[in-house]
């Protein structure tokens, strides 16, 4: 079985432990930002449940309903996974990026269900 120098990157394989952690460090506030993107995880998930009630009015409590809902979110994930994916390494604070487009999707939101 390998160790986990076999997962690194050629050039950090040869540096110790110590040196490792210099070359990456970990971020301020990291219990923070898993626990700001749990919330971001549950925050979809309700949303989901949302869409799945409208959807619901419109198609009935069946299988179409629930399909549109799963093919919508897989296609946004694809899409924006095209799109964002070359674009983010050229980005100065990807978590800064990814804070405001949260902003953005919660605006969104907060319109679209405001009579839900």
Not at 1 to 10: A, D, E, N, S, T
Not at 29 to 42: D, E, H, K, Q, T
Not at 47 to 52: D, G, S
Not at 53 to 73: I, M, Y
């Amino acid at each position: 079985m390998r160790g986990f120098r076999h997962y690194l990157r050629p050039d950090m394989r040869s540096r110790s432990k110590y040196d490792r952690e210099k070359v990456i460090p970990s971020p301020k506030g990291g219990g923070l930002i898993v626990w700001l993107v749990f919330a971001s995880g549950f925050a979809g998930l309700v949303y989901q449940v949302l869409w799945m009630k409208q959807l619901g009015l419109l198609f009935g409590n069946t299988s179409h309903a629930a399909a549109a809902v799963l093919a919508a979110f897989f296609a946004g994930l694809g899409t924006g996974s095209w799109w964002w994916g070359g674009r983010v390494s050229k980005v100065a604070r990807p978590l800064r990026l990814v804070a405001w487009m949260e902003f953005g999707i919660a605006d969104g939101r907060a319109h679209l269900f405001r009579g839900a």
